[in-house]
């Protein structure tokens, strides 16, 4: 939600702004929504699942005697 949210107004500019971007020096700072969020969800998701391997030690083990995660 925080993201899209973020996200919305920089694909949406106003029309002062929208009509700036036109300029090719400027161009660079269009955004594409759908692109931003797709690679934003991809890269939360994916960092998410690796993390998740990593917490794999059994909760039951003392922390003294678990190997660190890397």
Do not use: K, N, Y
């Not at 949210?5 to 971007?21: D, K, N, R, T």
């Not at 161009?27 to 929504?33: E, I, N």
Request: charged content about 20%.
């Amino acid at each position: 939600m925080l993201l899209t949210a973020g996200l919305w107004p920089f694909a949406h500019p106003s029309p002062a702004v929208a009509q700036a971007q036109q300029d090719p020096e400027l161009a660079h700072t269009r955004v594409d929504f759908a692109d931003r969020l797709s690679r934003a969800l991809h890269i939360t998701v994916t960092g998410l699942v690796r993390g998740s391997v990593r917490c794999t030690a059994d909760p039951r083990t003392p922390r003294s005697s678990r190997r660190p995660s890397r």
